[in-house]
């Protein structure tokens, strides 16, 4: 994200904070297919994404007043977006347990697809959903360690250790791909 999409961002928040309801429409418009994108890569299921998204969207709408400095609206947002995230992992848990529980089949997981192409989002989805969303805040959104730490509720050390570990991860794919290739 450039500067120049942050301050407009910051102006929709303050114009919606202000009770001009026809500047939601256009903030809502710019975030929704990066919360969306970073939604499926957390939680792997376009379905339970599209269902997560309308409940984050529902409580960034109600909480925006809230906001006190709207230059935070990325990191402030994406923290709702994680946490709504959260609860459906949890929940997809419980479902999962009660199965198990009754010894019924557990969700089938997506087949592999060896033909995935180099572009960045097929690459991010091989990837372990945490460290797709963490790599996909820090280098598609432009989030700092600081803000990402406060979204993912976790040390600025520990985000900085799982980068780390999601680029040795990413290159090794990357390597796997270039033999494929040859």
Known sequence: MDNK???FSEWLVLRCQQGQRQALKPLLEMWQARYLAYIQQRLGDPDSARDVLQEALLAICRNLYKLQ????????????VERRCLDQL?????????FADSNSEVEQSAPHNPEAALDSSRLLARLPGELASLLRLYYLEGLS??????IQNI??????????????KLQKLL????????
């Not at 400095?69 to 709702?80: H, K, L, Q, V």
């Not at 040390?155 to 999601?166: E, H, Q």
């Not at 390597?175 to 040859?182: C, G, H, L």
């Open 175 to 182: 390597e796997e791909e270039d033999e494929r290739t040859r």
């Open 5 to 7: 999409e942050k301050a």
């Open 155 to 168: 040390p600025r050390g520990t985000v900085k250790s799982r980068l780390f570990y999601a680029r040795k």
């Open 69 to 80: 400095d709207p230059a935070s609206f990325p990191r402030w947002s994406f923290t709702i």
């Open 90 to 98: 949890r929940r997809r848990y419980r479902h999962r347990q009660v």
């Open 145 to 150: 360690l600081p803000e990402i730490a406060g």
